[in-house]
């Protein structure tokens, strides 16, 4: 930042079962690019019960709970880490609400439009904050430790 380059953000992105297996694949990862994201890391895993549910945690008390995890665990996701100046706004913006039939008429152009289904199978994920995008970058990457966001005490203190 100190350096006149404009300060980047990274967040995590996440093509859920559904957009996996329905070839959404490559139509995102365009989008993406063409969005000026930069994609830093990107893997494919099946995700367990225990591990979504961990991902999910903050929603376990929700009545769509068990649904989401079995949604979830359905087939393997691709995640990815995506960077940009803004990159968090900016990446769920892109995807548009949670509700991807609603997206289709209020956000037409935005990804859950384009390959979501409902209020559930809406075939991405993104963080909703700069915390979440940490925990959730070294959730999936262990070598992103939090160290690399969050400011040391000797760095506040200068
Ligand atoms: P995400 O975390 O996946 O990016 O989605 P979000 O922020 O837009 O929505 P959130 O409230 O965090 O919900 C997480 C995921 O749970 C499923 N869901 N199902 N049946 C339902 O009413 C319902 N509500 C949410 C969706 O897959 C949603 O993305
Ligand atoms: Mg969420």
Not at 26 to 45: C, H, M, P, Q, Y
């Amino acid at each position: 930042s100190s350096e006149g380059s404009v300060e980047k953000e990274k967040t995590l992105a996440l093509i859920k079962p559904d957009g996996v297996s329905g070839n959404y694949t490559d139509g995102i990862k365009r989008v993406i690019l063409e969005s000026g994201f930069s994609i830093l890391r990107e893997t494919i895993v099946q995700l367990d019960e225990d591990k979504a549910a961990n991902f999910y945690a903050e929603h376990s008390s929700r009545t769509f709970f068990s649904s989401l995890i079995k949604y979830m665990t359905s087939g393997p996701v691709l995640v990815m880490v995506l960077e940009k100046e803004n990159a968090i706004a900016d990446w769920r913006g892109l995807i548009g609400p949670t509700d991807a039939r609603k997206a289709k008429i209020t956000h037409p152009h935005s990804i859950r439009a384009m390959c979501g289904l409902d209020s559930e199978k809406n075939c991405v994920h993104g963080s909703d904050s700069a915390l979440s995008a940490q925990r959730e970058m070294s959730f999936f990457f262990k070598e992103m430790s939090s160290d690399e966001v969050v400011p040391t005490h000797d760095e506040l203190s200068d």
